[in-house]
């Protein structure tokens, strides 16, 4: 199961910002054994709603007009990007939060929602965001190094802090989580439900038998992997959530992925071709 519902390809060409009738509506991947996040202190952070108003799914902002977020998000009507979010109650009446309605919108080329491959979606934004102490870009570095095996990474998002509480989170969230090897990812200790981690992807979960385990849930999708310092994967899909023996899986900032997304944000007719999925 995606840590939001699965894109329905039907919608992928139906856009909020086109049409404005369309309902956006779904749910997406809170952070589980997490901690609330300082005020503005992960000041790339964006929250992304639906054209009912509700927040749904989490980004990073790349540039003064770029977010970068999950295809698999998409399903939900993405129709506003607000930015310098801390709590969401506050999000409307902060004086430091900057609204943003999406212009156009761009799923890598080779995304598949069967196996979650290419996980990745480009926001064009109507207008820049302006930068200020409580909002900042967050530019990808190329090429971004795999993370090692033990790597601890966090993550950051507003999705359910509970698995028994289906709601988003009021307060941005964040927890750490540790890498775990691709290989050990796809073993029957880990994976008994046949998806495949592939190159481009991340996996990374709770390791230690004694700690709390700590995850992304529904509504975190498309919120950053920092590991080091610097953003190398994007919130994705997971089986259930807080489950010791199903990690987190994230998409891998690649150097294809890289190149895809510079390439569309220096020109937006860019492309590239997929093999057959």
């Not at 894109?7 to 910002?17: N, P, R, Y």
């Not at 109507?126 to 993370?147: G, H, M, R």
């Not at 979960?205 to 385990?213: L, R, S």
């Not at 998409?251 to 992925?257: C, R, T, V």
């Amino acid at each position: 199961m995606a840590r939001n519902a699965r894109s329905l390809l039907a919608l992928a060409k139906t856009l909020c910002f086109v049409l404005h009738v369309q309902s956006c509506t779904g749910g997406e991947a809170e952070i589980i054994g997490g901690k609330k996040v300082k005020a503005h202190s992960l000041p790339y952070m964006a929250l992304l709603y639906n054209s009912k108003g509700n927040p749904v799914c989490g980004g990073t902002l790349l540039s003064p007009t770029w977010v970068l977020s999950a295809a698999h998000c998409i399903q939900s009507m993405i129709c506003t990007v607000r930015l310098g979010v801390d709590t969401v109650h506050n999000s409307k009446t902060d004086g430091f939060v900057q609204a943003r309605k999406v212009a156009r919108q761009y799923q890598h080329p080779c995304y598949n929602a069967d196996t979650n491959i290419h996980d990745l979606w480009l926001l064009k934004l109507s207008q820049a965001v302006e930068e200020t102490t409580e909002i900042k870009y967050l530019p990808l570095e190329n090429p971004i190094p795999d993370p090692k095996e033990g790597t601890i990474c966090m993550v950051a998002g507003w999705g359910w802090v509970k698995v028994d509480i289906k709601k988003m989170s009021d307060d941005l969230m964040s927890a750490d989580v540790t890498v775990i090897k691709r290989e050990a990812c796809n073993s029957t200790k880990y994976n008994n439900t046949g998806y495949t981690i592939t190159s481009d992807m991340v996996c990374a979960g709770t390791v230690e038998e004694n700690q709390v385990v700590r995850d992304t849930c529904q509504g975190d999708s498309g919120g950053p992997l920092m590991c080091n310092g610097e953003q190398v994967g994007i919130t994705s899909f997971g089986i259930g959530c807080a489950d010791r023996t199903k990690p987190g899986v994230y998409a891998f900032l690649s150097k294809q992925h890289i190149d895809w997304i510079n390439g569309k944000m220096k020109n937006e007719s860019y492309s590239e071709e997929c093999a057959s999925q």
